[in-house]
């Protein structure tokens, strides 16, 4: 008799056991249906393709016609030595140069070799100390003559801080025109993906822009609008103005874009970044701030 007793109660107590974690677990939000079957087997087949997709030759580095590059400049003497002795470093890590997020790539410029060669190379006062310190010097000088044109018929006479104030608008556009080309491709990156941020090394002037010790003579809040406002100009020349400088940012982005194929075509996928970090170093900065990931930076790349 005792024995039922004790059975009935472990029996009551696992009942109740198996009531509390029922009772615990995650209830179904009424809003949102229940997943079928044919849910979960349409976001395995999405899944599949694309996986596959990222193996398409648009998700691929190509061997690029040749009006779809620029060749780039024969390397000079300090090219070449910077090169071994990068090559050099690479051969400690395994893999290539592009691979997860350039992971490869950011120790090769953070690396003393490169700092070195940035310093000797590129002078600047005062001297960097860091790639942040060194991406946001070479933006300076500005390239005014470039620019000048952008400002006929809006601005007679643009000034240093006219053009500090565009250049600032142009990186910001060619940023988000990186951002927006590479992430509206299918093999940019799988569905339910985080975005691989980058976090070495992060170019401060891509974020704020180059900094302004002065206030812009034009204007007081900031704004573009304003500014072409305040210089007894309305609507249709600001909407002139922005159609005019974005424009330049699509075929700067272009240049952008064929300068890199091209390097891939001459040197490989490896020597080629690795080339371009030493003779474009602005344009590395750039990539490496904004592509969230090498499938990204192909997408974009082969965007044409």
């Known amino acids: ?61 190509q061997t690029y016609s040749q009006s779809d590059i620029i060749p780039p400049t024969a390397p000079e ?60 010097m070479t933006m300076m000088p500005i390239p005014t003559e470039a620019y000048r044109p952008l400002f006929d018929g809006f601005l007679e006479n643009p ?18 025109l990186t951002l927006y080309k590479g992430l509206s491709a299918f093999c940019a990156r799988e569905p339910g993906d985080p975005p ?6 992060q170019p401060q002037h891509l974020i704020d822009g180059p900094f302004i010790d002065t206030p812009l003579r034009q204007f007081t809040e900031g704004t573009l609008e304003k500014w072409i406002f305040d210089n007894g100009q309305g609507e249709n020349a600001y909407n002139a103005f922005e159609a005019r400088y974005k424009e330049f940012i699509e075929e700067t982005s272009e240049r952008d874009k064929k300068k890199i194929r091209g390097f891939f075509n001459t040197y490989g996928v490896d020597e080629g970044l ?10 590395t900065g750039l990539i490496l701030w904004y592509a969230f990931d090498e499938a990204m930076f192909i997408a974009w790349l082969n965007d044409f």
């Open 159 to 176: 000034e240093v801080e006219d053009f500090t104030y565009l250049h600032q608008i142009i990186l910001e556009g060619k940023g988000a």
């Open 77 to 136: 003497p300090i090219h070449t030595e910077k090169m071994v002795e990068l090559l050099a470093l690479q051969q400690r890590h395994e893999g290539n140069v592009l691979e997860d997020n350039f992971r490869i790539l950011r120790h090769l410029i953070n690396s003393e070799i490169y700092k070195a060669y940035l310093r000797e190379t590129f002078t600047r006062e005062p001297q960097f100390q860091t790639l942040d310190e060194f991406w946001r």
């Open 1 to 61: 008799m005792r024995f039922f007793q004790i059975t009935r109660i472990i029996v009551v107590l696992l009942m109740s056991f198996f009531s509390f974690l029922s009772c615990s677990e995650k209830t179904q939000d009424p809003l949102i249906p229940e997943k079928t079957e044919t849910d979960f087997r349409r976001e395995a087949e999405l899944l599949k393709l694309t996986r596959l997709h990222r193996y398409a030759p648009e998700c691929m580095v």
């Open 274 to 283: 690795i080339l371009l970090a030493l003779q474009e170093p602005d344009l």
């Open 196 to 201: 691989n941020m980058p976090k070495i090394p």
